[in-house]
């Protein structure tokens, strides 16, 4: 565990459990966020593969604009 992990966690410690709760209840489910969004990331590698393809054969075929 880190230090700040840690500072952070002994300061939770004083909280009362409702607030320690609501705390780890955000955590929780910003960790199930991160997790869900890995694996769809990760089954979209085809997808995104064949867009950037496209993306590339247009630039190449000078059909594109600058930003």
């Known amino acids: 565990m ?3 992990l840690q500072k952070a ?3 939770m410690e004083k909280l009362p ?6 705390l ?3 955590v929780l489910d910003e960790l199930a966020s991160e ?7 990760a ?3 085809g997808a995104l593969a064949k ?3 496209e993306a590339l054969s ?3 075929a000078g059909r594109t604009k600058p930003l």
């Not at 997790?35 to 990331?41: G, H, N, T």
């Open 2 to 4: 880190t230090e700040l």
């Open 9 to 11: 966690l002994q300061e």
């Open 17 to 22: 459990a409702s607030e320690q709760d609501a």
């Open 24 to 26: 780890a209840a955000l």
């Open 35 to 41: 997790q869900r969004w890995a694996k769809s990331f």
């Open 43 to 45: 089954r979209s590698q």
């Open 51 to 53: 867009l950037a393809e």
């Open 58 to 60: 247009e630039f190449k």
